[in-house]
């Protein structure tokens, strides 16, 4: 098992940034590769970012891509999600998922476990 809580979000004012974190506690961390999903209401989740277990690989949707960046600190088991230039498009709520595979998370959309999400609220 592996437990994630996602942490960063908030009110922020279009053209801002913001940094989520994913936290995991469990299982060996370094092992799974970290996604970052998003989603609206009435809408599907969306694949945001995601990074692999060794942290060399990082992919992002080309909504994001230009203005985010995914990292991890396996010592302190956390990935961190920094996006710049928010938009207010960007308002949603923040999922991270933990994989070992990084195309199951950001083709499939899927992931073995996932943490409770975090709003980020973009104001224009």
């Known amino acids: 098992q592996v437990q994630l809580e996602e942490s960063g979000g908030g009110l922020v004012q279009a053209g801002g940034s913001l940094r989520l974190s994913c936290t995991a506690s469990?299982?060996?961390?370094?092992?799974?590769?970290i996604g970052w999903f998003r989603q609206v209401p009435g809408k599907e989740r969306e694949f945001v970012a995601a990074?692999?277990?060794?942290?060399?690989?990082?992919y992002y949707a080309d909504s994001v891509k230009g203005r985010s960046t995914i990292s991890r600190d396996d010592a302190m088991n956390t990935v961190y999600l920094q996006i710049d230039s928010l938009k207010t498009e960007d308002t949603a709520v923040y999922y991270c998922?933990?994989?070992?595979?990084?195309?199951?998370?950001?083709?499939?959309?899927?992931?073995?476990?996932w943490g409770q999400g975090t709003q980020v609220t973009v104001s224009s």
């Open positions: 469990g299982r060996t961390f370094s092992n799974y590769g």
């Open positions: 990074i692999s277990w060794s942290g060399k690989n990082t």
């Open positions: 998922a933990a994989d070992p595979s990084t195309t199951r998370m950001r083709v499939g959309g899927r992931g073995d476990y």
